[in-house]
């Protein structure tokens, strides 16, 4: 079996090989340098010091003395001096540093590396179906495939290579989940949903979910029937316990490579565009179009009907109540361009101070008149 591993489309067995040396269940081991030699790194310390055991990484501040750590910039560097860290992954050499270094083109993406090298190695899934899974009518599993306990894939339902079914899954009747694919324990793939290549949905999501669209008929709110599907592109990942309206006609849709934090709902007939970010607690409300490399901070809520253009960031708790044109960044309740939200929150905090002031000014006056009074 060799599923896919963190979305990138690579094969388990890949990092497999690359962590050979571990044991199930503990983190792996590496000197300094060969830690160095697998990031591609310039190593800089001197000869005794590249033969340590490193086995972890950690946080400048809380790193032992057998972890490895990193900084992004160099303004960061004094924190430094005063951390226990075996050795430390750099974009630029630091002349003034007595510790090991890692100096890398990226950090960002040697970190990733390291941390998959010290992650503990688990237990993988087996290839097959489950005993106790349920397996409908003409359903097409392809091979490589892992089905977990309890697991329930529906009537004409397609699994493509590779792809891991967790335990307590459901997969409706007409559903198709890709290749590569990976579906943690608990979540629901309602009927007629279409799933790319390389997808990861953590557990207890939702995909499919009817939409909240009532009428008020007779006395009576009525459901709108919602006969249209949800579609996840390819190397879409999806946080844990999401959930994702299907289209009342139609998609909704979620576009490739976007990534969605934990506790998020997107309602019906939402187009949500390539390599967007969404943090957690969103909200997004029926027939939303996010365009391309969007980003809405935590608990952003947006309006329905809104239009959000590419590349524009929603900061944290905003409420979009309007189209938003591409490239910019807004904030507030309601959203507006970030200056002009700074600037609001700015006389906003000085109105005790202004309260103040027209306070004493309003005494003077009365002061004033009342002399005026006295004379007269």
């Known amino acids: ?63 032992g003395e057998s972890d490895v750590t990193f900084i992004r910039d160099d303004k960061y560097a004094t924190g430094l001096k005063n951390s226990r860290a075996a050795a430390v992954i750099v974009g630029n050499r630091l002349e003034a540093l007595a510790k090991p270094q890692l100096v890398v083109k990226n950090v960002d993406a040697a970190l990733i590396e390291a941390l998959n090298f010290f992650a503990p190695k688990l237990k993988g899934p087996i290839e097959g179906i489950d005993p106790t899974a349920k397996i409908g009518h003409d359903v097409k599993i392809a091979e490589g495939v892992a089905v977990g306990a309890c697991a329930v894939v529906d009537d004409r339902a397609e699994i493509g290579q590779n792809t891991v079914i967790g335990s307590g899954c459901k997969i409706g009747e007409n559903s198709r989940v890709g290749k590569n694919c990976r579906l943690d324990s608990n979540i629901v793939v309602y009927h007629n949903c279409y799933m790319g290549d390389n997808v990861i949905i953590q557990a207890n999501s939702t995909i499919g979910s009817i939409g909240f669209g009532y009428v008020f008929i007779d006395g009576a709110h009525k459901l709108i029937p919602h006969n249209g599907r949800v579609v996840i592109e390819d190397f879409v990942e999806i946080g844990a316990n999401c959930c994702i309206d299907r289209a009342k006609f139609g998609d909704t849709v979620v576009g490739a490579g976007t990534k969605i934090d934990n506790l998020v709902q997107i309602a019906h007939n939402v187009v949500i565009g390539k390599c967007c970010l969404i943090a957690g607690l969103v909200g997004i409300a029926g027939s939303c179009k996010l365009g391309d490399g969007v980003v809405l901070g935590g608990q952003a809520g947006l309006k329905d009907n809104v239009e959000i253009g590419d590349g524009t960031m929603v900061g944290g708790q905003s409420a979009v109540t309007r189209s938003v044109p591409a490239g910019l960044q807004v904030a507030g309740r309601p959203a507006i361009e970030i200056r002009e939200t700074l600037r609001i929150l700015t006389l906003t905090m000085r109105l005790p101070k202004i309260a103040a002031h027209l306070k004493e000014l309003t005494k003077r006056v009365e002061r004033l008149e009342a002399a005026k009074d006295d004379k007269e």
């Open 1 to 63: 079996m060799i599923p896919a591993f963190a979305g990138t489309g690579l094969p388990l067995r890949k990092q497999e090989d690359d962590l050979n040396s571990s044991i199930v269940g503990s983190a792996m081991k590496l000197t300094i340098g060969q830690l160095a030699e697998r990031l591609g790194a310039e190593l800089v310390g001197r000869p005794d010091e590249i033969d340590r055991q490193v086995n972890a990484v950690g946080a400048v501040g809380t790193a």
